[in-house]
């Protein structure tokens, strides 16, 4: 792929930023304050506006319900308009309510059962309020100890729970199963793996897809591989990036193992125009910034998907897959390290230079007078 090329696709990539991922968050043990974090979902709006003003690397803002809950979402919806981006997509939350104490969408109490599908069906009419397409489903359901539920009765009361609200979707919206191999279900997990999440996909049609985010995978799991099994079968629908150390820790994406991040960038390119407005895999940032300052933070996490992207791009795909037929083992895998061991910095550089934004996004918003009123606004 020749610069100019490089330098398009780049200029076009953008990744949906979490409305949560200004707000206050904490670890296991506590929320901190952090200086300047937004109070509500109108400051989450403004916090990604100013971001993409900077990176100009933001396609909307995700929204979590019911933390993101306004009367007017039509207004809402106006308002993302306004501020130059939109909102995208729509999470439901299965994992604060006390009543979801033994399970959600999959609890043996039918009047439980039927609060979380109502609770669903109100984000989606979120989403035709907004003009949302993705419904990203993360349940929690599952079993702490040995004897606690009978796993296939669970699992049937989740398919059946999801094939109603499934068929509640409108025709161009989209179902994304996230996985989760434990936590807060550290027996087992109903949605523990892909493969799981996969097979139910399948069973609820074309409308349903998996999404995979990186932070949920056991140690050592080779997620590049899931990517390009799952982006095969035309399964891929979505993609949390963040990193992990140990486990679902929410860090900065690329903060751990940038390689492994763009082994998977790799993979997606051979799947995805990743810098087409029409793919068809939605591209989110998960993460808790728990001691970062948020809006620093979420345009280091696009820098480093920037970065990294661009990496990718300077893969020979053609030279590549000539080494894997000749079981040229060595080669093959120099020509990935090639790429990745290339400085392309420059590149971000010029693009931002020609698009008449910051050329270090990370350092301005640092000395920014405008992030600083922010904070100073907010207390």
Same mark, same amino acid.
């Given at each position: 792929?020749?610069?100019s090329?490089?330098?398009e696709?780049?200029?076009n990539?953008?990744?949906e930023?979490p409305?949560?991922?200004?707000g206050?968050s904490?670890?296991?043990f506590? &929320?901190f304050?952090?200086?300047?974090? &937004?109070?509500?979902?109108?400051e989450k709006i403004?916090?990604?506006?100013?971001?993409n003003k900077?990176?100009?690397?933001?396609s909307?803002v995700?929204?979590?319900i019911?933390?993101?809950? =306004?009367?007017?979402y039509?207004?809402?919806k106006?308002y993302a308009e306004?501020?130059?981006?939109?909102i995208?997509?729509?999470?439901?939350n299965?994992f604060?309510d006390?009543?979801?104490?033994?399970?959600?969408?999959s609890?043996?109490?039918?009047?439980?059962?039927?609060k979380?599908?109502?609770?669903?069906?109100?984000?989606?009419?979120i989403m035709?309020?907004?003009?949302s !397409?993705?419904?990203?489903m993360w349940?929690p359901?599952g079993s702490?100890?040995?004897?606690q539920i009978?796993?296939?009765r669970?699992f049937?009361?989740l398919?059946?729970?999801?094939k109603?609200i499934?068929?509640?979707l409108d025709?161009d919206m989209t179902?994304?199963l996230?996985?989760k191999?434990?936590?807060p279900?550290f027996?087992?997990t109903l949605?523990?793996d892909w493969?799981?999440s996969y097979?139910l996909?399948?069973?609820?049609?074309?409308?349903?897809k998996?999404l995979i985010?990186l932070?949920?995978?056991?140690q050592?799991t080779n997620?590049?591989y899931?990517v390009s099994?799952?982006?095969?079968?035309?399964?891929?629908?979505?993609?949390h990036?963040?990193?992990? !150390?140990?486990?679902d820790d929410d860090l900065t994406?690329?903060?751990?193992?940038?390689?492994?991040?763009?082994?998977?960038f790799?993979?997606l390119n051979?799947?995805f125009d990743?810098?087409?407005?029409n793919?068809?895999i939605?591209?989110v940032?998960?993460?808790s910034?728990n001691v970062?300052?948020k809006i620093?933070a979420?345009?280091?996490?696009?820098?480093?998907?920037?970065?990294?992207?661009?990496?990718?791009?300077?893969?020979?795909?053609?030279?590549?897959?000539q080494?894997q037929e000749?079981h040229?083992?060595?080669?093959a895998?120099?020509?990935?390290?090639?790429?990745y061991e !290339?400085?392309?910095?420059?590149?971000?550089r010029? =693009?931002?230079?020609?698009?008449g934004l910051?050329e270090n996004? =990370?350092?301005f918003v640092r000395?920014?007078?405008?992030?600083?009123e922010?904070?100073?606004r907010r207390?």
């Amino acid at each position: 792929m020749n610069l100019s090329k490089i330098k398009e696709k780049i200029s076009n990539f953008k990744v949906e930023v979490p409305s949560w991922g200004f707000g206050r968050s904490g670890t296991r043990f506590h &929320a901190f304050h952090i200086p300047g974090e &937004a109070r509500n979902i109108y400051e989450k709006i403004d916090d990604a506006a100013f971001v993409n003003k900077i990176t100009d690397a933001v396609s909307a803002v995700a929204i979590h319900i019911p933390w993101d809950k =306004v009367e007017d979402y039509k207004a809402l919806k106006d308002y993302a308009e306004e501020k130059g981006t939109k909102i995208g997509a729509v999470n439901p939350n299965y994992f604060q309510d006390e009543d979801y104490l033994f399970g959600s969408l999959s609890n043996s109490d039918k009047k439980i059962r039927r609060k979380a599908i109502e609770q669903t069906f109100e984000c989606i009419e979120i989403m035709r309020q907004t003009d949302s !397409k993705i419904l990203s489903m993360w349940i929690p359901d599952g079993s702490n100890y040995p004897g606690q539920i009978d796993f296939k009765r669970s699992f049937d009361l989740l398919e059946d729970s999801l094939k109603q609200i499934t068929k509640e979707l409108d025709e161009d919206m989209t179902m994304l199963l996230e996985y989760k191999f434990f936590e807060p279900a550290f027996y087992s997990t109903l949605l523990c793996d892909w493969g799981t999440s996969y097979m139910l996909s399948k069973e609820l049609g074309d409308k349903v897809k998996v999404l995979i985010d990186l932070g949920h995978h056991p140690q050592g799991t080779n997620i590049e591989y899931i990517v390009s099994i799952l982006s095969y079968k035309g399964k891929l629908g979505g993609f949390h990036f963040n990193s992990r !150390k140990y486990a679902d820790d929410d860090l900065t994406v690329g903060s751990i193992d940038p390689y492994e991040l763009f082994l998977i960038f790799v993979e997606l390119n051979k799947y995805f125009d990743l810098s087409s407005e029409n793919q068809d895999i939605s591209l989110v940032l998960d993460q808790s910034h728990n001691v970062k300052p948020k809006i620093p933070a979420v345009v280091q996490s696009l820098n480093n998907l920037q970065i990294t992207y661009a990496k990718s791009l300077l893969v020979d795909y053609d030279q590549l897959k000539q080494a894997q037929e000749k079981h040229d083992v060595i080669v093959a895998e120099e020509i990935l390290k090639d790429a990745y061991e !290339k400085d392309v910095r420059d590149i971000l550089r010029e =693009v931002r230079k020609e698009k008449g934004l910051p050329e270090n996004p =990370v350092k301005f918003v640092r000395k920014s007078d405008e992030y600083w009123e922010v904070v100073k606004r907010r207390g």
